[in-house]
């Protein structure tokens, strides 16, 4: 079930079926460039006041197409944080973790159903400290636990074979296309320095990985690794290694998908731009790569008490496009089939901020963020998260959604509607 929407092929074909038009890629998508330009018209005023005002002229330039986006372009992320996960003196992940959400919850699964298919991307932090059980019925998987010493302040964790089975289940029944973080210092000593020894050790990545094609799982794609890519966050991996764990990673997927004739893709390394890095990272690889992930956070930490300000500040927000123009400059001067995606993005780091990141005024932020990177020809865009911490499009607790869920089941933006003609800056 792994869809080939990225290959080169479907590729061409689809900038020759838009070739009239531009595109960025749904209609809804239209409306939200459309937001972001009255947004920017209002520039230098007093946005709150001006935007129930506020007229705005578009004009549509149908000649030209400026990005290309997947069809299922919104994804959604699912992290590993445990319910004793606190920042800032606030512990705001509840039971939404991998681990122990309630998969028997009617919202969640409605919610997730409501897109048919949403893409549901798994990691984050703790990713890295991730064992997969390897028999059902072996010994019990071990929890994680805060601990001073440890790698990110935790002890390994496992994820137990049956939790598996009940996920994939879940994600078959609610159509969601799964991208699965692999833990990439599995078997791997980090330095005290953060920098990491020797090569990916994929045998642990490789039990799982048999386990779900033996079950008929279907995963849409794996991805190496969270935020190790640059200066790392807590460890750190040079582009050259992290290009030949991808290729490993590449040939292990080739192994296990032998008689699959749509393969999952590979994508990495889940981290912040560096443009060196990413740079070396994508020629190295050797097109092992079929997807590029990086994480926005760029309103800076969720304890700030401005996050407000910058989110309804356009000069800020406009700031934040470096990254997706640098890496669309590096993959097209690099001649790679490598896309871009957003793989996590929650704006706020440390979890976001209650009040703020998961009420209406974050939509300033997100659709302009969906614009912006569709703009610069990023494919696909995860959100973190779907539930947990502060920047849920649902509630933790509740499993209500937010705000930020009705951007796309309000009419605003219709995932149905494909072709979509757009559209000039003022
Ligand atoms: C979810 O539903 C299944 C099947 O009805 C049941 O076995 C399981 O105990 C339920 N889990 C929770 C957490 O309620
Ligand atoms: C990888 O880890 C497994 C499990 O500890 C070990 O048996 C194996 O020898 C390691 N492989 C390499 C190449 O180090
Ligand atoms: C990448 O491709 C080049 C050219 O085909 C080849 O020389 C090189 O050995 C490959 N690198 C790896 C790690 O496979
Ligand atoms: C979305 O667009 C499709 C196709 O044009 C249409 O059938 C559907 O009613 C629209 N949905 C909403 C919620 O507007």
Redesign the pocket.
């Known amino acids: 079930m792994a869809s080939n929407e990225t290959s080169g092929e479907s590729r061409s074909k689809r900038y020759a079926k838009v070739k009239i038009g531009l595109l960025v890629g749904t209609a809804g998508l239209c409306v939200v460039v459309v937001m972001v330009i009255v947004i920017l018209g209002l520039k230098k005023r007093s946005l709150l006041e001006k935007v129930g005002f506020g007229e705005g002229m578009v004009h549509v330039d149908g000649t030209t197409s400026i990005g290309l986006i997947d069809d299922d372009y919104i994804c959604a992320t699912l992290d590993w944080w445990p319910p004793h996960k606190c920042d800032y003196g606030t512990c705001s992940w509840g039971s939404s973790s991998i681990l122990n959400l309630d998969l028997n919850n009617t919202i969640l699964f409605n919610a997730i159903k409501a897109f048919s298919p949403l893409k549901l991307r798994l990691g984050g932090t703790l990713q890295d400290r991730v064992m997969y059980q390897r028999h059902v019925d072996q010994e019990p998987c071990s929890q994680f636990t805060l601990t001073n010493n440890g790698l990110f302040g935790y002890t390994q964790g496992c994820l137990p074979l049956t939790r598996w089975d009940e996920l994939n289940i879940f994600f078959q029944n609610t159509r969601a296309k799964v991208i699965f973080g692999l833990n990439a210092l599995s078997h791997r000593e980090v330095n005290a320095d953060g920098s990491v020894v020797g090569p990916w050790n994929s045998s642990n990545a490789e039990d799982l990985m048999k386990y779900t094609v033996d079950k008929g799982y279907m995963i849409h794609g794996w991805e190496l690794g969270n935020e190790l890519s640059g200066s790392g966050i807590g460890a750190r991996i040079g582009a050259d290694q992290y ?2 764990d991808t ?1 490993s990673l590449h040939n292990l997927v080739q192994k296990m998908y032998k008689n699959f004739e749509v393969k999952p893709l590979v994508l990495g390394p889940g981290g912040f731009f560096d443009a060196n890095w990413f740079s070396q990272f994508v020629i ?1 690889s ?1 097109d092992s790569l079929q997807v590029i992930t990086q994480h926005i956070y760029n309103l800076g930490a969720g304890v700030d008490n401005h996050l407000i300000e910058k989110i309804l500040d356009p000069s800020y927000l406009d700031g934040g496009s470096h990254p997706f123009r640098d890496l669309q400059n590096i993959l097209r001067t690099s001649g790679t089939s490598t896309v871009a995606w957003v793989g996590e993005a929650g704006g706020a780091y440390n979890s976001g901020r209650n009040q703020v990141t998961n009420t209406f005024v974050f939509s300033f932020w997100y659709l302009d963020q969906l614009g912006m990177a569709a703009s610069y020809d990023t494919k696909t865009y995860c959100r973190q998260t779907l539930i947990g911490g502060n920047y849920g499009l649902l509630n933790t607790d509740s499993y209500i959604p937010n705000p930020d869920y009705y951007s796309f089941n309000n009419g605003l933006i219709n995932l149905t509607e494909w072709d979509c003609y757009l559209v000039d800056e003022p």
Do not use: F
Request: charged content about 20%.
């Open positions: 290009a030949s290729i190295k050797n």
